[in-house]
């Protein structure tokens, strides 16, 4: 079973709109965390934004938020006023496991597109 | 200069050859991995390592070896490539995700591999 879900393979976005990156997990373990990371053509993976399984509110770090649904399982990226530069491939990944243990799984990510 | 670095950057080689992507870092970190990017399927773990006398296997490990030099140091070798080894292959490092930690990867580069 897929723990990390990605289900737009490609998504487009308008100049200076918001865009919604979709991702749902599946764990058991009640520690976890959740991370954002962006790959441009370059190919560098550059990480964006995290969500602790038990942080109270929902990640921010300027233009990107996380969308955290605990119940859903859900850990959407939200990109505000989308740049020419916002395109690339977006990773959502997933940390599980006691801190002795612990690695990062990747969805197969989105690719976007800032049309201007 | 990079925190993470990969050499080679780019590699084309033939199938049935031995082929060693090397990844050094400066960060400190004790957790390394290696993962694989394919089109579509996203990254992939190979091998990861917690410490010098720490080795793990990832989803993927078949076809590949590792070995922790140093803490600095963790290589990833292709005893015999085969054409379905062409990949972009990243390295990364860790920390424990303790205090403000997130434990977020850190990633080199990239190595682009071509098996023909």
């Known amino acids: 079973a897929q723990k990390i879900t990605q289900t737009q393979p490609g998504m487009f976005v308008q100049e200076k709109e918001a865009v919604t990156l979709d991702c749902t997990y599946d764990t058991s373990d009640p520690s976890y965390g959740l991370f954002w990371y962006k790959q441009p053509s370059s190919g560098e993976m550059i990480f964006l934004i995290y969500q602790g399984s038990y942080d109270q509110q929902n990640a921010t770090e300027g233009r990107y938020s996380l969308n955290f649904q605990k119940a859903r399982k859900s850990a959407n990226l939200v990109i505000s006023a989308s740049q020419l530069g916002d395109s690339a491939m977006y990773f959502c990944a997933m940390r599980e496991g006691e801190d002795s243990s612990y690695k990062l799984i990747f969805g197969s990510g989105t690719r976007l597109l800032v049309r201007p | 200069d990079a925190d993470v670095t990969q050499t080679p950057r780019n590699r084309i080689t033939k199938t049935g050859k031995r082929i060693m992507l090397e990844c050094s870092q400066t960060k400190g970190h004790d957790r390394m991995y290696w993962y694989r990017q394919d089109p579509g399927l996203g990254l992939r773990l190979i091998y990861y390592s917690f410490d010098v006398k720490d080795i793990n296997k990832g989803e993927i490990s078949d076809g590949y070896s590792v070995s922790r030099q140093a803490q600095a140091k963790f290589s990833l070798s292709l005893e015999s490539a085969i054409p379905n080894q062409t990949a972009l292959y990243f390295c990364?490092?860790?920390?424990?995700?303790?205090?403000?930690?997130?434990?977020?990867?850190?990633f080199g580069e990239g190595s682009r591999l071509t098996v023909l």
């Open positions: 990364a490092t860790s920390d424990l995700p303790t205090g403000e930690g997130t434990g977020e990867l850190f």
